[in-house]
């Protein structure tokens, strides 16, 4: 099955933007899920984004109106790269925000995860 990497993370200000990549690689199953979760420090890992393998999204209702998710235009059977647009950030969208690859809707490939920090 293929895998996800993750790509993009780092240290912006309060009310900045920043847009994380995910590079799934690999034999893609359809249909499937990829989406982006986030863990922050003491905190159980929760669902962020969604996008199915036909382009629907749903969102979490923490980061609905300021995140996007969406997948690159260019698209093949081995290749995909899914976008999280991150707008008017706050500092508790502090985490570690991970990258699942979803085949058959069971997340069962996780990238290894990209560190974003909300600070001034």
């Known amino acids: 099955h293929a895998q996800p990497a993750e790509s993009g993370g780092g240290l912006v200000q309060p009310g900045g933007s920043l847009r994380l990549s995910c590079s799934v690689s690999?034999?893609?199953?359809?249909?499937?899920?990829i989406r982006w979760y986030r863990q922050a420090p003491g905190k159980q890992r929760e669902l962020v984004a969604t996008?199915?393998?036909?382009?629907?999204?749903?969102?979490?209702?923490s980061t609905k109106g300021r995140f996007t998710i969406s997948r690159d235009s260019v698209k093949t059977a081995v290749q995909n790269t899914v976008y999280l647009q991150m707008n008017s950030l706050t500092p508790d969208d502090t985490a570690v925000y991970y990258c699942?690859?979803?085949?058959?809707?069971?997340?069962?490939?996780w990238g290894q995860g990209t560190q974003v920090t909300v600070s001034s």
């Open positions: 690999g034999n893609i199953f359809i249909p499937n899920f």
């Open positions: 996008i199915t393998s036909g382009d629907v999204t749903d969102y979490d209702d």
């Open positions: 699942s690859y979803c085949p058959g809707f069971n997340c069962t490939y």
